[in-house]
T-cell receptor, first 116, second 116 residues
Protein backbone atom coordinates (compact mmCIF):
# COMPACT_ATOMS: atom_id res chain seq x y z
CA UNK A 1 0.00 0.00 0.00
CA UNK A 2 1.13 3.53 -0.62
CA UNK A 3 2.00 5.79 2.30
CA UNK A 4 3.55 9.16 3.07
CA UNK A 5 5.65 10.22 6.04
CA UNK A 6 6.27 13.80 7.04
CA UNK A 7 8.68 13.48 9.96
CA UNK A 8 8.46 17.08 11.11
CA UNK A 9 5.20 18.02 12.78
CA UNK A 10 6.20 21.62 13.40
CA UNK A 11 9.00 23.82 12.00
CA UNK A 12 9.94 27.38 12.88
CA UNK A 13 12.08 29.53 10.58
CA UNK A 14 13.02 33.18 10.49
CA UNK A 15 11.67 35.36 7.72
CA UNK A 16 14.17 35.44 4.87
CA UNK A 17 15.74 32.13 5.82
CA UNK A 18 15.67 29.08 3.60
CA UNK A 19 13.19 26.28 4.14
CA UNK A 20 13.13 22.55 3.54
CA UNK A 21 10.19 20.35 4.47
CA UNK A 22 10.75 16.63 4.37
CA UNK A 23 8.55 14.02 2.76
CA UNK A 24 9.20 10.30 2.36
CA UNK A 25 6.88 8.01 0.47
CA UNK A 26 6.31 4.33 0.05
CA UNK A 27 5.17 3.06 -3.31
CA UNK A 28 6.18 0.19 -5.56
CA UNK A 29 6.63 2.06 -8.82
CA UNK A 30 7.08 5.65 -9.92
CA UNK A 31 4.58 7.59 -7.85
CA UNK A 32 2.62 10.72 -8.48
CA UNK A 33 3.70 13.22 -5.80
CA UNK A 34 2.09 16.43 -4.63
CA UNK A 35 2.62 19.22 -2.16
CA UNK A 36 -0.40 21.11 -0.88
CA UNK A 37 -0.58 24.13 1.44
CA UNK A 38 -3.36 24.87 3.90
CA UNK A 39 -3.70 28.36 5.33
CA UNK A 40 -5.64 28.74 8.59
CA UNK A 41 -9.34 28.23 8.06
CA UNK A 42 -8.89 27.36 4.41
CA UNK A 43 -8.91 24.28 2.25
CA UNK A 44 -5.82 22.78 0.67
CA UNK A 45 -4.21 24.41 -2.36
CA UNK A 46 -1.84 22.65 -4.73
CA UNK A 47 1.73 24.02 -4.68
CA UNK A 48 3.30 21.61 -7.16
CA UNK A 49 3.22 18.07 -8.45
CA UNK A 50 5.52 15.48 -9.99
CA UNK A 51 4.66 12.52 -12.15
CA UNK A 52 7.46 12.21 -14.70
CA UNK A 53 10.33 14.04 -16.33
CA UNK A 54 12.61 16.52 -14.63
CA UNK A 55 13.03 15.56 -10.99
CA UNK A 56 13.20 19.20 -9.88
CA UNK A 57 9.72 20.66 -9.98
CA UNK A 58 8.82 24.32 -9.74
CA UNK A 59 5.59 25.40 -8.14
CA UNK A 60 3.66 28.47 -7.19
CA UNK A 61 4.75 31.04 -4.59
CA UNK A 62 8.44 30.36 -5.22
CA UNK A 63 8.41 26.76 -3.97
CA UNK A 64 10.24 23.86 -5.56
CA UNK A 65 10.56 20.16 -4.78
CA UNK A 66 13.01 17.49 -5.81
CA UNK A 67 12.10 13.86 -6.43
CA UNK A 68 14.84 11.47 -5.31
CA UNK A 69 13.95 7.91 -6.15
CA UNK A 70 16.95 6.42 -4.31
CA UNK A 71 15.83 8.08 -1.10
CA UNK A 72 12.08 7.78 -1.68
CA UNK A 73 11.86 11.46 -0.92
CA UNK A 74 10.12 14.52 -2.29
CA UNK A 75 11.30 17.42 -0.15
CA UNK A 76 9.84 20.88 -0.52
CA UNK A 77 12.16 23.90 -0.56
CA UNK A 78 12.05 27.65 -0.69
CA UNK A 79 15.18 29.83 -0.70
CA UNK A 80 13.70 32.73 1.26
CA UNK A 81 10.62 32.40 3.42
CA UNK A 82 8.04 35.17 3.74
CA UNK A 83 5.73 35.68 6.72
CA UNK A 84 2.78 34.81 4.48
CA UNK A 85 4.19 31.29 4.05
CA UNK A 86 3.12 30.40 7.58
CA UNK A 87 0.69 27.55 7.03
CA UNK A 88 0.43 23.79 7.13
CA UNK A 89 2.01 21.81 4.32
CA UNK A 90 0.90 18.39 3.15
CA UNK A 91 2.77 15.92 1.00
CA UNK A 92 0.69 13.40 -0.92
CA UNK A 93 1.34 10.34 -3.07
CA UNK A 94 -0.87 8.75 -5.69
CA UNK A 95 -0.76 5.90 -8.12
CA UNK A 96 -2.06 2.71 -6.55
CA UNK A 97 -5.21 1.43 -8.15
CA UNK A 98 -7.75 0.86 -5.46
CA UNK A 99 -11.34 0.02 -6.21
CA UNK A 100 -10.73 0.80 -9.86
CA UNK A 101 -9.19 4.20 -9.55
CA UNK A 102 -5.94 5.78 -8.52
CA UNK A 103 -6.01 6.99 -4.94
CA UNK A 104 -4.13 9.90 -3.40
CA UNK A 105 -2.85 9.46 0.17
CA UNK A 106 -1.94 12.50 2.25
CA UNK A 107 0.73 12.84 4.91
CA UNK A 108 -0.05 14.16 8.37
CA UNK A 109 1.25 17.62 7.58
CA UNK A 110 4.02 19.97 8.74
CA UNK A 111 3.02 23.20 10.40
CA UNK A 112 5.33 26.09 9.47
CA UNK A 113 5.78 29.06 11.77
CA UNK A 114 7.65 32.12 10.47
CA UNK A 115 9.19 34.51 12.96
CA UNK A 116 10.30 38.09 12.18
CA UNK B 1 -15.66 30.11 -10.96
CA UNK B 2 -16.44 30.28 -7.25
CA UNK B 3 -14.51 27.13 -6.46
CA UNK B 4 -15.80 24.28 -4.35
CA UNK B 5 -18.55 25.51 -2.05
CA UNK B 6 -19.30 23.93 1.31
CA UNK B 7 -21.99 24.69 3.83
CA UNK B 8 -22.25 25.30 6.63
CA UNK B 9 -18.76 26.54 7.50
CA UNK B 10 -19.29 25.79 11.16
CA UNK B 11 -21.72 23.43 12.84
CA UNK B 12 -22.18 22.85 16.53
CA UNK B 13 -24.61 20.15 17.56
CA UNK B 14 -25.39 17.86 20.42
CA UNK B 15 -24.63 14.18 20.56
CA UNK B 16 -27.36 12.11 18.93
CA UNK B 17 -28.47 14.78 16.49
CA UNK B 18 -28.39 14.39 12.73
CA UNK B 19 -25.85 16.47 10.86
CA UNK B 20 -25.85 17.17 7.13
CA UNK B 21 -22.89 18.70 5.36
CA UNK B 22 -23.26 20.03 1.84
CA UNK B 23 -20.92 20.44 -1.09
CA UNK B 24 -21.14 22.00 -4.54
CA UNK B 25 -18.20 20.94 -6.73
CA UNK B 26 -16.65 23.05 -9.45
CA UNK B 27 -18.77 23.00 -12.58
CA UNK B 28 -17.51 20.42 -15.07
CA UNK B 29 -15.62 18.36 -12.51
CA UNK B 30 -16.71 14.74 -12.55
CA UNK B 31 -14.96 13.47 -9.42
CA UNK B 32 -15.87 14.42 -5.88
CA UNK B 33 -14.15 13.51 -2.62
CA UNK B 34 -15.13 13.86 1.04
CA UNK B 35 -12.28 14.04 3.55
CA UNK B 36 -12.14 14.31 7.33
CA UNK B 37 -9.28 16.11 9.07
CA UNK B 38 -8.40 15.62 12.73
CA UNK B 39 -5.29 16.26 14.76
CA UNK B 40 -4.94 12.58 15.57
CA UNK B 41 -5.51 11.03 12.15
CA UNK B 42 -4.68 13.83 9.73
CA UNK B 43 -6.56 13.97 6.43
CA UNK B 44 -8.58 10.85 5.70
CA UNK B 45 -10.52 10.06 2.55
CA UNK B 46 -14.08 9.09 3.45
CA UNK B 47 -15.69 8.53 0.06
CA UNK B 48 -15.09 9.17 -3.63
CA UNK B 49 -17.72 9.73 -6.32
CA UNK B 50 -17.19 9.64 -10.06
CA UNK B 51 -19.98 10.82 -12.35
CA UNK B 52 -22.28 10.86 -9.30
CA UNK B 53 -21.62 7.20 -8.50
CA UNK B 54 -19.87 6.17 -5.26
CA UNK B 55 -16.66 4.39 -6.30
CA UNK B 56 -14.82 3.93 -3.03
CA UNK B 57 -16.49 4.27 0.36
CA UNK B 58 -13.97 2.18 2.28
CA UNK B 59 -13.04 5.21 4.36
CA UNK B 60 -16.53 5.77 5.73
CA UNK B 61 -16.05 5.02 9.43
CA UNK B 62 -19.35 3.28 10.17
CA UNK B 63 -23.00 3.03 9.29
CA UNK B 64 -23.74 6.31 11.00
CA UNK B 65 -22.09 8.01 8.02
CA UNK B 66 -23.74 8.20 4.62
CA UNK B 67 -23.07 10.23 1.49
CA UNK B 68 -25.09 10.97 -1.58
CA UNK B 69 -24.58 12.72 -4.87
CA UNK B 70 -27.99 13.13 -6.52
CA UNK B 71 -26.57 15.19 -9.38
CA UNK B 72 -23.32 16.57 -10.73
CA UNK B 73 -23.58 19.81 -8.77
CA UNK B 74 -24.46 18.65 -5.28
CA UNK B 75 -23.36 16.18 -2.65
CA UNK B 76 -24.22 15.61 1.01
CA UNK B 77 -22.47 13.87 3.88
CA UNK B 78 -24.80 12.88 6.68
CA UNK B 79 -24.00 11.69 10.19
CA UNK B 80 -26.86 10.13 12.13
CA UNK B 81 -26.63 9.95 15.08
CA UNK B 82 -23.62 12.19 15.67
CA UNK B 83 -21.07 11.50 18.42
CA UNK B 84 -18.38 13.71 20.02
CA UNK B 85 -15.65 11.71 18.26
CA UNK B 86 -17.07 12.90 14.94
CA UNK B 87 -15.82 16.40 15.73
CA UNK B 88 -13.46 17.35 12.91
CA UNK B 89 -13.11 19.50 9.82
CA UNK B 90 -14.79 17.93 6.82
CA UNK B 91 -13.51 18.85 3.38
CA UNK B 92 -15.03 18.35 -0.01
CA UNK B 93 -12.80 18.33 -3.08
CA UNK B 94 -13.46 17.97 -6.78
CA UNK B 95 -11.37 17.00 -9.80
CA UNK B 96 -11.73 16.32 -13.50
CA UNK B 97 -11.20 12.92 -15.09
CA UNK B 98 -11.35 9.76 -13.04
CA UNK B 99 -8.08 8.07 -13.97
CA UNK B 100 -5.75 11.00 -14.16
CA UNK B 101 -4.40 10.94 -10.63
CA UNK B 102 -2.01 13.73 -11.49
CA UNK B 103 -4.94 16.04 -11.92
CA UNK B 104 -5.25 18.52 -9.11
CA UNK B 105 -7.94 18.15 -6.49
CA UNK B 106 -9.59 21.47 -5.66
CA UNK B 107 -10.61 21.74 -2.02
CA UNK B 108 -13.46 23.61 -0.46
CA UNK B 109 -12.96 25.71 2.69
CA UNK B 110 -14.24 22.93 4.94
CA UNK B 111 -16.96 22.53 7.54
CA UNK B 112 -15.82 22.58 11.16
CA UNK B 113 -18.10 20.21 13.06
CA UNK B 114 -18.29 20.19 16.84
CA UNK B 115 -20.43 17.56 18.53
CA UNK B 116 -21.02 18.26 22.21
Amino acid sequence: AQSVTQPDIHITVSEGASLELRCNYSYGATPYLFWYVQSPGQGLQLLLKYFSGDTLVQGIKGFEAEFKRSQSSFNLRKPSVHWSDAAEYFCAVGGTRSGGYQKVTFGTGTKLQVIP
Amino acid sequence: DAGVIQSPRHEVTEMGQEVTLRCKPISGHNSLFWYRQTMMRGLELLIYFNNNVPIDDSGMPEDRFSAKMPNASFSTLKIQPSEPRDSAVYFCASRTDRDRVDNEQFFGPGTRLTVL
